[in-house]
């Protein structure tokens, strides 16, 4: 019998399409459930997920076959990637897919902000022409803190370079990446320098909440800030209340704590309701990486990292 590969998400049909070339069976179960993953998981041999469902130690410890596990996209953390190596299970992920795709969005959603665009558009449908009202402001020449220098905040930073931007750029654990427009900083020296912030940071215990009140209290320059990473990054309670306060000039979120944001209540939800209510913040799905040409492009790269394309 053919080695089985589930895919427990919507994927480009070149996916399929190479993984049945090279011999393999391949079952596209998008809606799949974990209960139901775990039932099946026994006869896998590889496994493509995406930020559905958790591959934890327990999982893996049931799937005697299993060789290799895919992310589509960036960020494993929800893949236990120490006991996948234990048991011997390569673990790959695309970011290198849809970073492009997340830096145009993150740069589309600043621009937006900054020039007013979204809430001019929607006061000329409303039969409004307000020019003074919503005179806008210039990327040229500012500031960006881009905090998380991987793949995404690599190509955001590429992006600015012909705005004349400065970019300011913190990452924990790489150094060594100054060049041309990009130089290597504090997180003291964004806060202080920044005209933008620009979180591009994967979800760890580490990052978690990460832009909590004090970050943003602690911003000096009342900066644009935008997270298209994860939602958990940032606190969405301190992001409405620096938005509220006049620590932050806007605010372009692509990702929420809770996602979708429905039914939240508490301090969260509160915050998205403002947040959602108030013009100097834009909330798009988590659709900064899904764009027509990342769809293919993660579903290329998994294939080539596992050697099958």
Not at 42 to 56: K, N, P
Not at 108 to 134: C, F, K, P, T, Y
């Amino acid at each position: 019998m053919k080695p089985l590969v589930i895919v427990t998400a919507d994927a480009h049909p070149l996916l399929r399409e190479t993984l049945e070339a090279k011999g393999h069976r391949v079952e596209l179960l998008p809606a799949i459930t974990a209960e139901e993953l775990a039932g099946r998981i026994e006869a896998c041999e590889g496994l493509v997920v995406t930020t559905r469902l958790r591959v934890d130690a327990s999982l893996l410890a049931s799937a005697p076959r299993l060789k290799w596990v895919a992310r589509l996209g960036s960020g494993m953390e929800l893949v236990d990637t120490e006991a996948a190596a234990a048991l011997g299970v390569r673990c790959v992920s695309s970011p290198e897919g849809n970073r492009n795709a997340v830096a145009e969005h993150a740069l589309g959603m600043l621009l937006s902000l900054m020039h007013r665009i979204r809430v001019s558009a929607d006061e000329v449908r409303q039969g409004l022409w307000r020019r003074d009202a919503n005179r806008g402001t210039e990327l040229a020449g500012k500031t960006v803190g881009i905090i998380g220098y991987g793949h995404t905040g690599g190509a955001f930073a590429r992006l600015l370079q012909p705005f004349g931007a400065t970019v300011l750029a913190y990452d924990k654990y790489r150094f060594g990446f100054a060049a041309g427009h990009v130089h290597e900083a504090g997180p003291e020296q964004v806060a202080r320098y920044a005209d933008v912030v620009s979180l591009h940071l994967p979800l760890t215990a580490e990052t978690t909440r990460y832009a909590d009140a004090a970050f943003f209290r602690a911003l000096q320059r009342k900066p644009w800030f935008v997270n298209t990473s994860r939602g958990a990054v940032h606190d969405t309670a301190a992001v409405a209340m620096a938005l509220r306060e006049g620590l932050v000039s806007g605010v372009a979120l692509d990702v929420l704590e809770t996602e979708p944001p429905v039914g939240v209540t508490g301090e969260e939800g509160e915050a998205i309701r403002y947040l959602l209510s108030d013009a100097r913040a834009i909330v798009t799905p988590h659709i900064a990486g899904y764009s027509h040409e990342s769809y293919r492009e993660m579903a290329a790269v998994v294939l080539r990292k596992l050697g099958f394309l």
